[in-house]
Nanobody, 126 residues
Framework: QVQLIESGGGLVQAGGSLRLSCAAS????????MGWFRQAPGKEREFVAS????????TYVNSVKGRFTISRVNAKNTVYLQMNSLKPEDTAVYYC???????????????????WGQGTQVTVSS
């Protein structure tokens, strides 16, 4: 399995930016796609973005398109989520997730991911 540690969360004013990082360790010898999910208070966890193994394919939930960018540096076993023009409704705990070894294509569903981080809090004030 892969261990994932998120960082970069915090408190930001509406319109501001944050960059989340997710560092992978453990069984990183297999190729796998990555994703970001988020869970707001009182709501179910939702898909945010996903990136294929080589980074050539990405997809986003409609609410973040044009504001968020997912990227990865495989040499560093790290995936990023650049979040711009943040809104109060982006407030949530953000989770990084990795698909199982060999699953190199993107996925928008929780069940498509095997390994999960502990999450990092993002709070956007109005």
């Amino acid at each position: 399995q892969v261990q994932l540690i998120e960082s970069g969360g915090g408190l930001v004013q509406a319109g501001g930016s944050l960059r989340l990082s997710c560092a992978a360790s453990g069984r990183t010898d297999k190729n796998y796609a990555m994703g970001w999910f988020r869970q707001a208070p009182g709501k179910e966890r939702e898909f945010v973005a996903s990136i294929s193994w080589l980074g050539g394919t990405t997809t986003y939930v409609n609410s973040v398109k044009g504001r968020f960018t997912i990227s990865r540096v495989n040499a560093k076993n790290t995936v990023y989520l650049q979040m711009n023009s943040l809104k109060p409704e982006d407030t949530a705990v953000y989770y990084c997730a990795a698909r199982g070894g060999g699953s190199i294509s993107i996925s928008t569903v929780e069940g498509g991911y095997r390994d999960w981080g502990q999450g990092t809090q993002v709070t956007v004030s109005s």
